[in-house]
Each structure stands twice: as structure tokens, then as C-alpha cells.
């Protein structure tokens, strides 16, 4: 237990090594050898916090996943383990992402209409995380998504937002560069399904150039077999051979039966179209067989049909009908209509070849019927895909709406509490100059008295001396009144018209204490101010 917990550092370490290098850990599946449940995941959920730091640090890849991706995206318990989990802790980054593998997994279950609503609740949860990469990941998936479906016009319209989103966000990481690739390989892609190969071409080298940016040898056989496909379907057998032989050794390198089986498969067609029959046998067995190792059923199909193809032109019919029919019961289990209608258009041409009309005949219109169910499929796909993006977009322009709102509130909230710190300022300085003032008030009225007390003990003195009367003597003012020694003095500083300071200065004591005296005389004497005091004396 205790060794488990010890490793949540060094796989948060690890993931965030490689937040700049995405191909790293897309790449290098012997970083997770061994399986979740091999090593313990399952028991005490620390693939949870694996999964929760891959997250954050962007090192999760649906595109290409890991190994360890891979056994999560293929566990359906798993997966709504991290959706609940991340929805318990309001985590909308991890949730987007657990959402993405869901929709993942159900594509890969050919289940797409499920896949579509998982994609499209991780772009709802994207937008509320306000994750550009997210939000990029999740419009590329529902790309994918549509594509297979042959649902072009949807497709591109998500491929098309993933890549404007991608390029104007301000993250500049290699997995945004690898979103924009995706992107780029899917429109190729799409064009490639509508017969504009050109075209095609000219996105799929848009998108090699970003997968050369980040050196990513899976990207790189994908884009250099999109590129000879394109190359073959214009009649440039020559570039489209390049490029096929390019994909394949990605693939070596990789050490993909799956890749290997698709350039293996697609050599194997340029060498048919180039009327190099014999050396075209040599590139169909081995594909089948790495189909067959990788346990991809749509390339067995086309593997087989390819073989099929191979002896219907040696004029081997036993040999061609065997491996149709092998084509055919796969592909009617699966529901692949396009390997169906390839199917009897090959048996219609063997029938043909036998002179069998009948039969020829039959396999041509079962070819049409497939085709045509195919077309209805798609307008009727249309017509539910403009449901979904217009559902999306009202959910978009609610979100967008709701965040104008509330940055109309901030700025109103801002704008009020700046009028409220204005208003606090206008006051303290309106309050700090009146009480200058007001202390400059009572510093000049302080003078005038002490100027007054003087000029009143002048004229004092001036009336006894004309009057010739005796001074009250201070020890009998002070009997008198009760007053103490100290206070007795004081009063006599008062009638030379000293002020507080000169008092305090005189006797060495504080301001307050002589105000304190002041204070206590004033009460025995019964007088408000100096001058009522002064005039107390003079009574």
C-alpha cells in the first residue's frame, strides 16, 4: 500500500514532463508496459489521480492513447468512475476529458450515436472550464465521429471550429499543435471522400508539417498514407508508391500490425492499378495477415476483398469467390454497406466472367440497393446532424450570453465600488480640512484670549494704581476659593498671561496635567474661561 502512494509524485512528475512534448507520451506506449488491473489501479484507484494529473498537465491523448489510456477507454466502469468522481469535485477539465473517452469508446464499439452525445456534453463541459484545448479536442472528435459516419458536410463543419479554435487561442503547446493537425487530416480527409483530391493533398501536407513540428512518427505514417492514397486515386501511381513506402516504415518503427496491414494493403492496390498483378500478391497476404494479428475487422474485410480482387483478375474464380464470401460475412455482421456494395460489384464481375448473366445481375442490383440505402442513410444523417449543431450553437450562444452578463454585472460592480472609494476619499479629505481649519481656529482664538488676558491684567493694574487699592493676596484667594498649592500657582501664571505651554514649560510638567489644573479652578472658582477667572480675581 504504502509503495502505491509513493508513486503519485513521480506519475504527476512524469505526465508534467511531458505537457511540451505530447508525442512522448503518445507514442512511448513501454511507459505503461503493464495494464491497470496488472498494476494494482483497480484496487486502490490511484489511476484516478494518474488519469486527474494527465489531465491537468494536457498529456492525455484520445487521438493515439497510450497503453495506459487505452485500458481506461476500454473499461466502461472505469470511465464513469472519473466522470463521477470528476463531477463530484465540480472538476470540469477532468470531466470534459472522461466524457471524450466515453464518446472513444463508443466509437470504437461502432456505437455512434452514443459517441456523439458523449462528445458533445465534454464540448458543454469545455466551454464551462473555458478550455480552448478541450474545447478544440471535443469539436476534432465529433469530426471523427461524422466522418466515419460519411457524414461529410457535419464533419467538416466540427473539423472547421476545432481548427479556428486551436489557431486563435493564445495556448501555443504541442498539444494544441497536435489539435490542429487532427483537424487538418480530418478536412483532408473529408475531401478526399468528396473526390476533390487535390484539395485533399493540400490539407494532408498542412498537417504533415505540424506532425514533422512535433516529430511524431504516428501522425507522420498517417499523413504519408493519406497522401499516397490521394496521389492513387488521382492516377499518380509513382508519388503515391512514395508516399505509401514512407508511411510504411513509420510503421516498422512503430511496430503497428494495424499500419503495417494498411500500407501493406495499399501497395498492394497501386501495384494492381499498375498492372503488376504478381507483385501485388506479395503485399495482400501479408496484410491480411497483420488484419488478422491486430483483430481489426474492417481491414480483414478489405484485406480479403482485396485477395478476392487479386484472383478475380488472375482468373482464379474459386480462389476469388472464397475470399468474397469471407468479406462478405464479415462485412454484413458489422453492417459495412461500402465493403458490401464493393463486394457484389466484384461477384457481379466474376459472375460475368463465368457467363452467368442471371446471377450478375443479381449481384449488381444488391450492389445498388446497398449504395442507394447509403445515400438515404446520409440525407437522413443530414438532416439529424443540423439538429445536433444547431442544439450545440444554442448552447454555445447561452453560455457566450450568460458570460457577457456577467461581465456587464463586473464592470457595474467595479464602476460602483470605485464610486464608493471615491466618496470614502472625498469624505476624509472634506473631514481632514475641516479639522485643519478647526484646529487652526481654536490655536488663533487661544491666542487672541492670551493676548486678551494680558491687556485686561495691564488695565488691572493701571485701575489699582489710580485707585490705590490692595492686591488680594495669593494665599487668601486660595483660601478662599480651596484652592491647592499647585493650583494656586498656576491661577498666578494665568494672571501674568502665560499660556498652557509656558506653564507646563515653567513648572516641568505635561500640557494635559496643567489642563487638568486649569480645569479643577474653573470648577472651584465657578467660571467657564480665563477672562471669567481673571475677573474673579479682580473681585
Known amino acids: 500500500m504504502l509503495r502505491n502512494y509513493l508513486l503519485i509524485p513521480f506519475v504527476f512528475l512524469f505526465s508534467c514532463q511531458n505537457r511540451d512534448n505530447l508525442n512522448t507520451e503518445i507514442l512511448d506506449s513501454g511507459n505503461h508496459s503493464d495494464s491497470i488491473y496488472e498494476t494494482g489501479y483497480s484496487q486502490n484507484e490511484l489511476w484516478i489521480d494518474t488519469l486527474n494529473s494527465m489531465a491537468s498537465c494536457k498529456s492525455i491523448c484520445i487521438y493515439d492513447p497510450s497503453r495506459f489510456i487505452k485500458d481506461v477507454i476500454n473499461d466502461t466502469v472505469l470511465l464513469l468512475r472519473f466522470k463521477e468522481i470528476s463531477e463530484e469535485n465540480n472538476n470540469f477539465v477532468s470531466l470534459s476529458y472522461a466524457l471524450n473517452m466515453l464518446g472513444k469508446n463508443r466509437l470504437n464499439n461502432s456505437d455512434y450515436l452514443r459517441a456523439i452525445q458523449y462528445h458533445k456534453e465534454a464540448y458543454e463541459t469545455a466551454l464551462n472550464a473555458n478550455d480552448d484545448y478541450l ?25 472547421t471550429r476545432a481548427l479556428k479554435t486551436a489557431e486563435k487561442s ?21 475531401h478526399r471522400m468528396l473526390g476533390q483530391y487535390e484539395k485533399a493533398i493540400i490539407y494532408y501536407k498542412k498537417s504533415l508539417e505540424k506532425e514533422v513540428e512535433l516529430e511524431s512518427l504516428l501522425g507522420l505514417s498517417i499523413d504519408y498514407h493519406n497522401i499516397g492514397k490521394s496521389f492513387r486515386l488521382l492516377g499518380q501511381y509513382d508519388s503515391a508508391l512514395y508516399y505509401h513506402k514512407r508511411a510504411l516504415e513509420y510503421n516498422i518503427q512503430l ?33 491480411l495477415e497483420l488484419a488478422e494479428s491486430a483483430g481489426d475487422s474492417t481491414y480483414i474485410v478489405n484485406s480479403n ?35 458490401l456494395v464493393r463486394g457484389y460489384d466484384y461477384l457481379s464481375h466474376l459472375e460475368q466472367n463465368n457467363d452467368n448473366a442471371s446471377n450478375a445481375l443479381r449481384y449488381y442490383k444488391n450492389a445498388r440497393i446497398y449504395s442507394d440505402s ?11 446532424d443540423l439538429t445536433i449543431l444547431y442544439d450545440i450553437e444554442k448552447k454555445r450562444s447561452e453560455i457566450e450570453s450568460l458570460n457577457r ?32 481649519f478647526r484646529q487652526r481656529g481654536i490655536q488663533q482664538l487661544n491666542q487672541m ?20 487699592e490692595p492686591e488680594i493676596t495669593s494665599d487668601a484667594f486660595a483660601k478662599k476659593y480651596d484652592l491647592t498649592d499647585r493650583e494656586a500657582e498656576v491661577l498666578s501664571f494665568i494672571s501674568d498671561g502665560m499660556s498652557n505651554a509656558d506653564i507646563a514649560e515653567k513648572i516641568f510638567v505635561s500640557t494635559n496635567t496643567i489642563k487638568y489644573h486649569i480645569k479643577n479652578i474653573y470648577i472651584k472658582l465657578d467660571v467657564k474661561n480665563r477672562v471669567e477667572a481673571l475677573n474673579k480675581i479682580k473681585q
Open 405 to 436: 452578463e456577467n461581465e456587464i454585472k463586473k464592470q457595474k460592480l467595479t464602476a460602483r465600488n470605485h464610486l464608493i472609494v471615491s466618496l470614502i476619499l472625498l469624505v476624509i479629505v472634506i473631514i481632514s480640512i475641516a479639522y485643519f
Open 135 to 159: 474545447e478544440a479536442l471535443s469539436l476534432n472528435m465529433m469530426g471523427v465521429v461524422y466522418r466515419r459516419k460519411s457524414a461529410v458536410k457535419t464533419a467538416l463543419e466540427y473539423y
Open 305 to 339: 476483398l482485396n485477395l478476392g480482387w487479386y484472383y478475380l483478375e488472375s482468373r482464379q474464380s474459386d480462389s476469388a469467390r472464397f475470399y468474397f464470401s469471407q468479406a462478405m460475412k464479415i462485412a454484413k455482421r458489422l453492417g459495412y454497406k461500402a465493403a
Open 255 to 287: 511496430d503497428s500490425d494495424f499500419g503495417k496491414s494498411i500500407c501493406y494493403n495499399n501497395l498492394g492496390v497501386v501495384a494492381m492499378k499498375q498492372k503488376e498483378i504478381d507483385k501485388a500478391i506479395e503485399y495482400f497476404i501479408p496484410a
Open 374 to 384: 447509403i445515400v438515404n442513410e446520409k440525407n437522413q444523417q443530414y438532416l439529424a
Open 449 to 468: 484670549e492670551s493676548e486678551l488676558q494680558k491687556y485686561l491684567l495691564k488695565v488691572r493694574d493701571l485701575d489699582k494704581l489710580e485707585k490705590n
Open 170 to 190: 493564445s495556448l501555443k503547446k504541442d498539444y494544441m499543435l497536435k489539435s490542429i493537425a487532427i483537424s487538418y487530416e480530418g478536412i483532408g480527409g473529408l
